[in-house]
Each structure stands twice: as structure tokens, then as C-alpha cells.
């Protein structure tokens, strides 16, 4: 399995988690705020949707395909750490990935590259 890190500034705009390409697993922690969510299109509001207060975690497993957030208080960002079973390549493209998709059971040693890139960023 790899791991890869992602952070997301919410604001008051519905922000839909970027999964990447395999994902099995996610691990989501919110910081500075308080943050609603709702699973599928229909978008969450400052009201409506199942609440992740400052400190929280939730998981995900691999049922997950679509979850939006939105800010509730303050301004959160969501720590993520996703796991999956397809290596990260530097451009992380999804339809590389799903074109090639016969190539999952072979090892990779680039698995234990570090696992705190910052896709929300430009790369460093």
C-alpha cells in the first residue's frame, strides 16, 4: 500500500475530497474549525450534513467515492492521509492509472517515499 498526504482549506464553498486513484482507505482530521459533510451530489451547508468538530477524525474505507465539505465555524483544514493500492507517480494522473491497470500487483520501490506531499500546493 501506498500513502499519500493531502490538506484542504474549506471555506463556504462545497470542496469534494480529490480521491486518488486506487484509494482503499482515508483518514480525515479536522484543524482550526469546525467542518459538515455529506457522502454522494448533494452538497453539504453550514447547517446541513454530518459535523467533524476542531480535533476530529473520521475514516473512510474503500466504499468511499464522493464526500463534500463545507465550513461550519472558524476556517478548517482537513489533514487527509489516503491509502491505496496503485503507486504515486509524480504526475499522479488518474487515466495513466486506470490504463494501466494490469500493472497493480507488481512491487513498487517507490513505496516508501514520503508519504507528506502536499497535493493542495505546488509541488516542491
Request: hydrophobic share 25%; net charge negative; proline share 7%.
Amino acid at each position: 500500500m501506498t500513502e499519500r498526504h493531502l490538506q484542504l482549506t474549506i471555506g463556504t464553498s462545497p470542496v469534494v475530497l480529490p480521491l486518488p486513484p486506487g484509494v482503499q482507505f482515508a483518514s480525515i482530521q479536522c484543524n482550526g474549525g469546525t467542518v459538515r459533510y455529506r457522502p454522494g451530489d448533494a452538497p453539504p451547508t453550514s447547517s446541513v450534513g454530518k459535523v467533524i468538530a476542531d480535533g476530529g477524525t473520521i475514516e473512510l474505507d474503500q466504499r468511499v467515492r464522493k464526500y463534500q465539505f463545507i465550513k461550519a465555524t472558524s476556517n478548517p483544514i482537513l489533514d487527509v492521509i489516503f491509502a491505496s493500492n496503485v503507486p504515486y507517480g509524480e504526475g499522479d494522473r488518474e487515466e495513466e492509472s486506470e490504463s494501466s491497470g494490469s500493472s497493480s500487483s507488481s512491487s513498487s520501490s517507490s513505496s516508501s517515499s514520503s508519504a507528506s506531499s502536499n497535493s493542495s500546493s505546488s509541488s516542491s
